[in-house]
Protein backbone atom coordinates (compact mmCIF):
# COMPACT_ATOMS: atom_id res chain seq x y z
CA UNK A 1 0.00 0.00 0.00
CA UNK A 2 1.23 3.47 -0.54
CA UNK A 3 1.85 6.00 2.02
CA UNK A 4 -0.32 8.80 1.51
CA UNK A 5 2.13 11.97 1.67
CA UNK A 6 0.01 14.54 3.53
CA UNK A 7 2.24 18.09 5.01
CA UNK A 8 1.50 21.28 7.29
CA UNK A 9 2.57 24.25 6.12
CA UNK A 10 1.57 26.75 9.03
CA UNK A 11 2.10 30.64 9.24
CA UNK A 12 0.18 33.32 10.84
CA UNK A 13 -0.85 34.58 7.43
CA UNK A 14 -1.62 37.98 8.35
CA UNK A 15 -2.23 38.35 5.44
CA UNK A 16 -2.24 35.44 3.07
CA UNK A 17 0.48 37.17 0.19
CA UNK A 18 1.36 35.45 -3.35
CA UNK A 19 4.76 34.58 -1.83
CA UNK A 20 2.93 32.17 0.75
CA UNK A 21 -0.02 31.36 -2.13
CA UNK A 22 3.13 30.36 -4.63
CA UNK A 23 4.46 28.09 -1.73
CA UNK A 24 0.90 26.37 -1.04
CA UNK A 25 0.47 25.80 -4.93
CA UNK A 26 4.01 23.92 -5.39
CA UNK A 27 3.87 22.19 -1.95
CA UNK A 28 0.23 20.90 -3.05
CA UNK A 29 1.60 19.55 -6.21
CA UNK A 30 4.64 17.35 -4.16
CA UNK A 31 2.17 16.37 -1.86
CA UNK A 32 -0.90 14.53 -1.48
CA UNK A 33 -2.80 16.79 0.72
CA UNK A 34 -1.77 20.04 2.56
CA UNK A 35 -3.10 21.41 5.22
CA UNK A 36 -2.66 25.45 6.14
CA UNK A 37 -2.59 25.70 9.82
CA UNK A 38 -3.30 28.89 11.15
CA UNK A 39 -1.68 29.83 14.14
CA UNK A 40 -4.05 31.00 16.65
CA UNK A 41 -1.67 32.22 18.89
CA UNK A 42 1.17 34.39 18.72
CA UNK A 43 3.24 37.08 19.77
CA UNK A 44 2.01 39.55 17.07
CA UNK A 45 -0.46 42.18 16.51
CA UNK A 46 -2.57 41.32 13.79
CA UNK A 47 -4.20 43.34 12.07
CA UNK A 48 -7.18 40.66 10.91
CA UNK A 49 -8.66 38.28 13.73
CA UNK A 50 -7.93 34.06 13.74
CA UNK A 51 -11.75 33.69 11.50
CA UNK A 52 -10.39 36.62 8.88
CA UNK A 53 -7.25 35.58 8.68
CA UNK A 54 -8.58 31.67 7.89
CA UNK A 55 -11.23 33.08 5.51
CA UNK A 56 -8.98 34.69 3.60
CA UNK A 57 -6.79 32.13 2.89
CA UNK A 58 -9.42 29.73 2.37
CA UNK A 59 -10.78 31.87 0.18
CA UNK A 60 -7.16 32.11 -1.49
CA UNK A 61 -7.01 28.53 -1.96
CA UNK A 62 -10.80 27.50 -2.77
CA UNK A 63 -9.59 26.18 -6.41
CA UNK A 64 -7.25 23.85 -4.74
CA UNK A 65 -8.90 20.64 -4.09
CA UNK A 66 -6.12 18.94 -1.85
CA UNK A 67 -5.39 22.03 0.40
CA UNK A 68 -7.78 22.45 3.79
CA UNK A 69 -7.11 25.34 5.78
CA UNK A 70 -7.33 24.53 9.80
CA UNK A 71 -6.71 27.00 12.46
CA UNK A 72 -4.18 25.73 15.20
CA UNK A 73 -2.97 26.44 18.60
CA UNK A 74 0.07 24.83 20.55
CA UNK A 75 3.27 23.05 18.96
CA UNK A 76 2.95 22.64 15.65
CA UNK A 77 4.17 18.99 15.74
CA UNK A 78 1.64 18.11 17.81
CA UNK A 79 -0.73 19.49 15.42
CA UNK A 80 1.36 17.51 12.43
CA UNK A 81 1.15 14.27 14.82
CA UNK A 82 -2.75 15.13 15.30
CA UNK A 83 -3.37 15.48 11.49
CA UNK A 84 -1.54 12.49 10.22
CA UNK A 85 1.10 14.20 8.59
CA UNK A 86 4.63 13.14 7.86
CA UNK A 87 6.20 16.88 7.00
CA UNK A 88 5.83 20.29 7.19
CA UNK A 89 6.59 22.94 4.97
CA UNK A 90 8.59 26.35 5.10
CA UNK A 91 9.16 28.50 2.06
CA UNK A 92 12.95 30.37 2.15
CA UNK A 93 12.97 33.34 0.72
CA UNK A 94 16.46 35.20 1.43
CA UNK A 95 19.58 34.10 3.14
CA UNK A 96 18.29 35.66 6.53
CA UNK A 97 15.60 33.36 6.64
CA UNK A 98 17.72 30.15 6.88
CA UNK A 99 19.40 30.69 10.46
CA UNK A 100 15.91 30.77 12.23
CA UNK A 101 14.11 28.49 10.14
CA UNK A 102 17.21 25.96 10.36
CA UNK A 103 16.53 26.30 14.10
CA UNK A 104 12.93 25.60 14.06
CA UNK A 105 13.54 22.72 12.01
CA UNK A 106 16.27 21.13 14.14
CA UNK A 107 13.85 21.80 16.95
CA UNK A 108 11.16 20.30 15.44
CA UNK A 109 13.16 17.11 14.66
CA UNK A 110 14.27 16.97 18.46
CA UNK A 111 10.60 17.09 19.50
CA UNK A 112 9.05 14.61 17.08
CA UNK A 113 12.24 12.94 14.71
CA UNK A 114 9.61 11.10 12.73
CA UNK A 115 8.72 14.93 10.91
CA UNK A 116 10.40 16.20 8.37
CA UNK A 117 10.72 19.70 7.25
CA UNK A 118 10.70 20.34 3.37
CA UNK A 119 11.44 23.44 2.51
CA UNK A 120 10.49 25.38 -0.94
CA UNK A 121 12.83 28.20 -2.45
CA UNK A 122 10.57 31.41 -2.59
CA UNK A 123 10.30 32.03 -6.42
CA UNK A 124 12.05 35.39 -7.86
CA UNK A 125 9.48 37.48 -7.49
CA UNK A 126 8.01 36.91 -4.14
CA UNK A 127 12.06 37.10 -2.39
CA UNK A 128 10.73 40.42 -0.79
CA UNK A 129 7.66 40.12 0.14
CA UNK A 130 6.23 39.57 3.64
CA UNK A 131 2.99 40.41 5.37
CA UNK A 132 4.17 43.55 7.67
CA UNK A 133 5.96 45.11 4.23
CA UNK A 134 2.63 44.22 2.26
CA UNK A 135 0.56 45.68 5.30
CA UNK A 136 2.86 49.08 5.33
CA UNK A 137 2.34 49.61 2.04
CA UNK A 138 -1.55 49.30 1.78
CA UNK A 139 -1.98 51.20 5.01
CA UNK A 140 -0.46 53.89 3.10
CA UNK A 141 -2.75 53.70 -0.07
CA UNK A 142 -0.30 51.55 -1.96
CA UNK A 143 -0.74 49.30 -4.91
CA UNK A 144 -0.92 45.76 -3.68
CA UNK A 145 -3.14 44.05 -6.10
CA UNK A 146 -0.31 41.92 -7.29
CA UNK A 147 1.59 40.74 -3.89
CA UNK A 148 -1.56 39.59 -2.26
CA UNK A 149 -4.40 37.54 -4.05
CA UNK A 150 -7.67 40.08 -4.83
CA UNK A 151 -10.07 38.98 -1.94
CA UNK A 152 -6.81 40.16 0.65
CA UNK A 153 -6.70 43.53 -1.33
CA UNK A 154 -10.17 44.12 -1.02
CA UNK A 155 -10.09 43.08 2.62
CA UNK A 156 -6.88 45.45 3.61
CA UNK A 157 -8.63 48.50 1.80
CA UNK A 158 -11.80 47.75 4.04
CA UNK A 159 -10.02 46.85 7.07
CA UNK A 160 -7.77 50.27 6.73
CA UNK A 161 -10.98 52.47 5.55
CA UNK A 162 -12.40 51.24 8.89
CA UNK A 163 -9.52 52.07 11.02
CA UNK A 164 -9.23 55.78 9.52
CA UNK A 165 -12.99 56.45 10.53
CA UNK A 166 -12.67 54.60 13.95
N1 LIG B 1 6.38 34.38 1.02
C1 LIG B 1 6.04 35.54 1.59
N2 LIG B 1 6.19 35.78 2.90
C2 LIG B 1 6.65 34.79 3.65
C3 LIG B 1 7.01 33.55 3.13
C4 LIG B 1 6.85 33.37 1.75
N3 LIG B 1 7.18 32.22 1.15
N4 LIG B 1 7.45 32.77 4.14
C5 LIG B 1 7.37 33.51 5.24
N5 LIG B 1 6.89 34.72 4.96
C6 LIG B 1 6.74 35.84 5.88
C7 LIG B 1 5.51 35.85 6.68
O1 LIG B 1 4.47 36.57 6.06
C8 LIG B 1 5.95 36.56 7.92
O2 LIG B 1 6.01 37.95 7.63
P1 LIG B 1 5.72 39.00 8.76
O3 LIG B 1 6.70 38.74 9.86
O4 LIG B 1 5.94 40.25 8.04
O5 LIG B 1 4.32 38.76 9.20
C9 LIG B 1 7.36 36.12 8.11
O6 LIG B 1 7.80 35.73 6.84
C10 LIG B 1 7.51 35.00 9.07
O7 LIG B 1 6.67 33.96 8.65
P2 LIG B 1 6.67 32.57 9.37
O8 LIG B 1 8.03 32.08 9.58
O9 LIG B 1 5.70 31.69 8.68
O10 LIG B 1 6.21 32.96 10.80
P3 LIG B 1 4.83 33.04 11.38
O11 LIG B 1 4.96 33.87 12.59
O12 LIG B 1 3.82 33.48 10.40
O13 LIG B 1 4.53 31.51 11.79
C11 LIG B 1 4.86 29.46 13.06
C12 LIG B 1 5.45 30.78 12.58
C13 LIG B 1 3.39 29.58 13.40
C14 LIG B 1 5.01 28.42 11.98
C15 LIG B 1 5.70 29.05 14.29
O14 LIG B 1 5.75 30.13 15.19
C16 LIG B 1 5.16 27.85 15.00
O15 LIG B 1 5.41 26.74 14.60
N6 LIG B 1 4.39 28.07 16.10
C17 LIG B 1 3.76 27.02 16.89
C18 LIG B 1 4.46 26.86 18.24
C19 LIG B 1 5.66 25.95 18.09
O16 LIG B 1 5.56 24.81 17.66
N7 LIG B 1 6.82 26.48 18.50
C20 LIG B 1 8.07 25.79 18.37
C21 LIG B 1 8.67 26.03 17.01
S1 LIG B 1 10.30 25.39 16.89
Known sequence: MSKVRKAVY????DPI???HLNIIQRGSQVFDELIVAIAKDNYKHNLFNLEERTALVEASVADMENVRVVPFSGLLVDFCIEQGAGAIVRGLRV???FDHEFQMALMNRKLKPELDT???VSDSDNL???SSIVKSVAE???HVEDLVPPVVAEAMKKKYAEQKKA
Open 10 to 13: AGTF
Open 17 to 19: TSG
Open 95 to 97: TSD
Open 118 to 120: VFF
Open 128 to 130: FVS
Open 140 to 142: LGG
